[in-house]
């Protein structure tokens, strides 16, 4: 400890700062760093990249899904099919013949 | 401008930063560089909470206060002269922003004494008595004015010339002597009583 005492003394006194830092000290400081950038970000607000990466997410989630109720609408609904030869051979007609018994019966004749 | 070798030391504490760095990395803080923000708060977290407690008795209280003072630091980073040293600088708001949280606090919330810090008390180690004396020097502490105990807190423990203090607290150096000189006294005093009951 410095012996003289003056207000003219403009050397810190080494025991007094010790023990004063000692008395003071704060503790974990990269808590609180940590805490004064976590601060930080939040008063900061979102940037433009922010906003456009989270744009860009949620587009993204919205299109799979869209392609999911899609694909399972698409494969719920029944499939109209075009008939097949045997389907059209077995079925009994709709209606008469009309036109192809004229063109068989013609093609026959020929015959 | 660097820091001269003729200039006061913080004891026991890590050598001043120099100026030029300081002023790159506020630079790079100011165009939006995080990590150098991040830098400038690491070297400063320390010293800012130490002089916000000098402030404020309650540790809570004066990390809020260190807090809020880097984020405004932050703000106001423009106005601040990249020519002139950027500690004594953050310490100004560091000070006023804990002295703010002081006269907004209407409720004084006390730290409980440690039962060691009465003298008698038994004391079983080196730890338990450092716990003791470093609360007897916060009590101490609170006893002076406000502006005695930052002032001997950055002279002492911060390092800063009086003349540095006299600019952080808005006041003449030599109202600052004068500060540091009763603060002195005061302490000392405590810390020779301490010597002699631990004799």
Do not use: C
């Not at chain 1, 050397?11 to 010790?18: H, M, T, V």
């Not at chain 1, 000692?22 to 760093?33: E, I, N, S, T």
């Not at chain 2, 560091?94 to 703010?100: G, H, I, Q």
């Amino acid at each position: 400890m410095t012996p003289e005492l003056t207000p003219f003394d403009h050397r810190p006194d080494a025991a007094l700062g010790a023990a004063l830092r000692r008395a003071l000290a704060p503790g974990d400081d990269a808590a609180f760093v940590a805490r004064v950038l976590a601060r930080f970000e939040q008063a900061r607000g979102p940037t433009w990249h922010g906003v456009l990466a989270r744009w860009a997410r949620a587009g993204v989630a919205a299109a799979a899904l869209i392609a999911l109720v899609a694909g399972y609408l698409v494969g719920r609904a029944p499939r109209a099919s075009a008939p097949t030869v045997a389907d059209a051979l077995i079925a009994p007609p709709a209606q008469a013949p009309v036109v192809e018994v004229v063109l068989a019966s013609v093609i026959g004749n020929e015959r | 401008m660097t820091t001269m070798a003729s200039e006061p030391q913080p004891p026991g504490g890590a050598p001043r930063i120099e100026h030029g760095d300081e002023a790159a990395l506020v630079a790079r803080a100011l165009a939006g560089d995080r990590a150098a923000f991040g830098v400038l708060a690491e070297r400063y977290a320390a010293p800012a909470r130490r002089v916000a407690r000098a402030v404020l008795d309650d540790p809570d209280d004066a990390d809020d206060a260190a807090q809020d003072a880097l984020l405004a630091a932050l703000v106001k980073l423009q106005q601040y002269d990249p020519r002139r040293p950027f500690g004594p600088w953050l310490m100004r708001i560091v000070a006023n922003a804990a002295t703010d949280r002081r006269r907004r606090r209407t409720v004084r919330r006390a730290e409980p004494l440690d039962p060691n810090a009465t003298a008698g008390g038994p004391r079983p180690d080196v730890r338990t008595e450092q716990r003791a004396l470093a609360q007897r020097l916060r009590e101490a502490l609170a006893e002076l004015p406000e502006r005695r105990r930052v002032a001997v807190v950055l002279f002492d423990v911060e390092g800063y010339s009086h003349a540095e203090i006299a600019e952080i607290l808005g006041v003449a150096e030599g109202t600052v002597r004068s500060e540091v000189f009763h603060a002195r006294r005061r302490l000392r005093v405590l810390l020779a009583d301490w010597k002699e009951e631990d004799a």
